[in-house]
């Protein structure tokens, strides 16, 4: 398990919204770049890392229930992918690492691939 | 929730993609409201969101209706696209027909037909190649 808190600091990551989930507690993480591979494993307590950035990675969280997505390789979404993630909660961070590196870090840090339904 | 079904009608829009799952969204939210079980308002969401998605990259945009009793959702996904010539490949994992373009916005993965199987009680396609797909997606509320 870690804080959102502890994967800024592990990432070396900015925080472009969603300060009021720097507490919450995230149990699993999963990477991808393709939405559908990402739907299929319903996990609880994610955090989603991707080098895809389009609305579509936002409501993909939204339906999905999660909380917190790491754009990878220094990517930086546009003001209406924020503004999207404020409207529904979510925390957007962004780190300099590619998707490889940020996972392993995690990975390395706690944070399992295994989901509730595996 | 009251015993009257609840019915719901989106639009669904092929032109501007960033608003691609606003339909998924909105049901989602009324749900939500309704005091469904959580888990549940997940598996009915995302399933919606693939078909919504599919009604956009493969069919140029669609129609969803949607009824809630306090028993189950039931979501109905329409198109005029161009049909689904062979749906039993279609239903396998994997297998897309989904351009470069589209696998750039990160769908064309194959799962979506296979995760609306997955994540609802009851789902039916009917297509016609060269007039258009209607997928059903049921979930029931107590399940
Ligand atoms: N509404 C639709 N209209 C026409 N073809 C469709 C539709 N939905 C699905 N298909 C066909 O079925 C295939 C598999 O769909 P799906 O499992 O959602 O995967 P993907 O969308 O990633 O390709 C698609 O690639 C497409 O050929
Ligand atoms: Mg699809």
């Known amino acids: 398990m870690l804080k959102v808190r502890e994967i800024v600091d592990i990432l070396d990551a900015q925080v472009l919204v969603g300060e009021e989930n720097l507490e919450l507690e995230i149990y699993s993480g999963c990477g991808a770049d393709l939405m559908s591979d990402v739907m299929a494993f319903v996990k609880e307590s994610v955090i989603l890392c991707t080098g895809l950035v389009n609305p579509q990675v936002v409501r993909t ?7 917190v997505i790491c754009f990878v390789r ?7 992918i924020v503004e999207l993630a404020r409207e529904m909660g979510i925390t957007v961070l962004t780190t300099k690492h590619p998707l490889f590196i940020t996972c392993g870090k995690l990975y390395d840090a706690g944070l399992v691939g295994k989901g509730v339904w595996d | 929730m009251s015993n009257q079904a609840i019915t719901l009608h989106y639009d669904i829009d092929a032109v501007d993609f960033s608003a691609a799952g606003e339909a ?6 009324t749900l939500n409201q309704l005091g469904v079980n959580p888990a549940v308002v997940k598996r009915i969401a995302i399933a919606m969101y693939e078909a919504e998605i599919n009604a956009i990259i493969h069919a140029g945009g669609g129609a969803a209706d949607v009824e809630i009793t306090p028993e189950r959702v039931e979501v109905k996904i329409s198109d005029n696209g161009p049909g689904i010539p062979d749906l039993e490949k279609a239903m396998t994992a994997g297998w897309s027909t989904a351009s470069e373009t589209v696998r750039e916005l990160g769908f064309g993965a194959g799962m979506g037909l296979p995760n609306m199987k997955r994540y609802t009680d009851d789902m039916k396609v009917e297509s016609k190649v060269g007039e258009g797909t209607v997928v059903t997606l049921i979930v029931n509320i107590n399940s």
Do not use: A, F, L, T
């Not at chain 1, 220094?74 to 209406?80: A, L, R, S």
């Not at chain 2, 998924?24 to 939210?29: A, E, F, H, L, P």
């Open chain 2, 24 to 29: 998924s969204s909105g049901v989602k939210r």
């Open chain 1, 61 to 67: 969280c939204e339906m999905m229930d999660i909380k």
């Open chain 1, 74 to 80: 220094g990517k930086v979404p546009g003001e209406n």
